[in-house]
């Protein structure tokens, strides 16, 4: 009888844990009907250029990682949730950037940074990694949207943002493909502000794209990643006469 007892006990057990088991390997719950506060987040991010994905209402890894880019960019905490500061920020209208349109405006806030002790290098004209991280340092000492230079983030420095062009749209993408002489000059120039670190080849290519991309974003030019007359002059081209000027300085 004892032995049928602790037989009994032992199946009893094995059918809890497996009964455990199975509750564990259950897939987690999938969202099945589209939200419209997720809709809308997808809506705003890729207006930012955060999210390629489509708009529908549901959450997915794509929303996730864009979410998680846009709380990145914005000093927030990185949940890859909509928490409330991540809908609060995603609903208020982005601060007008600036346009750094000469060395001496970037001289101007290298000398500033520098009086701030959040900035230790030269103040060159040259708006590289070093400027663009010093920037993002004090904008998240104070809490502002990081990344552009923008005019909170100049008042906080105790700059008038009035010195300096607010941004417009941006202006017509130069027609593609350009001449390999001109790809050339813009990969040069990229890589002498640490923005591009592939092979000077005179092709168009994705790491060119992410490089102008990422120098427009340091100059407070839209974020398109491709050649405008606006991004082409910020370079140092001449835009109604791109094949001259792309030769090597």
Not at 76 to 95: F, I, K, N, Y
Request: with cysteine; proline share 7%; net charge positive.
């Amino acid at each position: 009888m004892k032995i049928l007892i602790i037989l009994a006990a032992t199946l009893v057990l094995a059918a809890c844990a497996d009964t455990r088991a199975s509750n564990t390997a259950r897939p987690a719950v999938v969202q099945a009907e589209p939200s419209a506060e997720v809709r809308d987040a997808q809506q705003r991010l890729q207006a930012q250029g955060l999210y390629g994905g489509p708009v529908d209402g549901l959450w997915g890894p794509e929303t996730k990682l864009a979410v998680e880019r846009y709380q990145t960019n914005r000093g927030l905490a990185v949940s890859g949730q909509l928490d409330d500061m991540t809908r609060t920020s995603l609903r208020t209208p982005p601060a007008t950037p600036v346009v750094l349109s000469d060395a001496t405006d970037v001289r101007a806030i290298q000398n500033r940074l520098r009086q701030l002790n959040v900035y230790t290098g030269p103040a060159d004209g040259v708006w590289g990694p070093s400027t663009q991280l010093a920037m993002e340092n004090f904008q998240r000492s104070r809490g502002l949207p990081v990344g552009e230079v923008n005019r909170p983030t100049l008042t906080a420095m105790g700059m008038d943002p009035a010195a300096f062009p607010a941004r417009h749209s941006a202006s017509t993408t130069i027609r593609e493909p350009l001449q390999p002489n001109v790809v050339r000059g813009v990969q040069q120039r990229l890589r002498a502000q640490g923005f591009y670190n592939a092979k000077i080849d005179g092709v168009w290519g994705r790491n060119t794209e992410r490089g102008l991309a990422s120098f427009q974003r340091s100059r407070g030019l839209e974020q398109t990643g491709h050649l405008n007359p606006t991004t082409a002059q910020a370079l140092g081209l001449d835009p109604n006469n791109l094949s001259l000027s792309a030769v090597p300085r």
